[in-house]
């Protein structure tokens, strides 16, 4: 990731548009900044969540709140709590989010 030609800036995230998003189960909120090519944001997952769909984006990706299992297409899993991250490139290997609990995460991809 190259990050370049982003001013100093402060984000409230409170104030940032929350968009809904359906899973398989479940809905996530997210709260999207876009700062050239890098999409910043603020998900929520409620509890029961599955996503509907494998991803292929690379993410780094906090768990801030909650609980949120990481499926890789070749069935390994990561559970991670408050204060774990996981890191993955484009294309390296396919994942989806599934939270019992429900989960809030920083997300930078």
Known sequence: MN???IPFGVTEWAGVERTEHPGETGMAW??????GPIRVRMVEYSAGYLADHWC??????????????????????????????YQVADHAEAHRSTTRTGAKLFIVD
């Open 30 to 35: 997210w709260r999207t900044r876009q700062f």
């Open 56 to 85: 292929s984006k690379g993410h780094i990706l906090l768990c801030l709140e909650g609980e949120l299992e990481s499926e890789l297409a070749d069935g390994r899993t990561f559970l991670l709590t408050p204060g774990v991250s």
């Open 3 to 5: 990050i370049s030609d």
